[in-house]
Nanobody
Framework: QVQLVESGGGLVQPGGSPRLSCAASGFASGFAFSTYGMSWYRQAPGKERELVADISSTGGTTTYADSVKGRFTISRDNAKNTVYLQMNSLKPEDTAVYYC?????????WGQGTQVTVSS
């Protein structure tokens, strides 16, 4: 089954620019990574999980939450089965656990999340 492992989180100063990665594996024959849409979500303490960014299977279409538009960039490398989230100009309110999700039709799979804390 599909497995997703996020990395790249940690303690970041305001204004910092970390890049999160999500490495995917376990795809069944005929259902390669390149056939899945990929998303990044985040969940801050006491808040609901929210969609941060999404990228289509080919990478040709991306969408962003208004709160991160212009600061975050989602991308993917289908040859490496990896999706990235480049985060720039981080603010304290970006502090959250960041999750990646693979989705294809009615199927979706979540990673375990990586903590990003923005603080001086």
């Amino acid at each position: 089954q599909v497995q997703l492992v996020e990395s790249g989180g940690g303690l970041v100063q305001p204004g910092g620019s970390p890049r999160l990665s999500c490495a995917a594996s376990g795809f069944a024959s005929g259902f390669a990574f390149s056939t899945y849409g990929m998303s990044w979500y985040r969940q801050a303490p006491g808040k609901e999980r929210e969609l941060v960014a999404d990228i289509s299977s080919t990478g040709g279409t991306t969408t962003y939450a208004d709160s991160v538009k212009g600061r975050f960039t989602i991308s993917r490398d289908n040859a490496k089965n990896t999706v990235y989230l480049q985060m720039n100009s981080l603010k304290p309110e970006d502090t959250a656990v960041y999750y990646c999700k693979a989705h294809r039709g009615y199927y979706d799979r979540w990673g375990q999340g990586t903590q990003v804390t923005v603080s001086s």
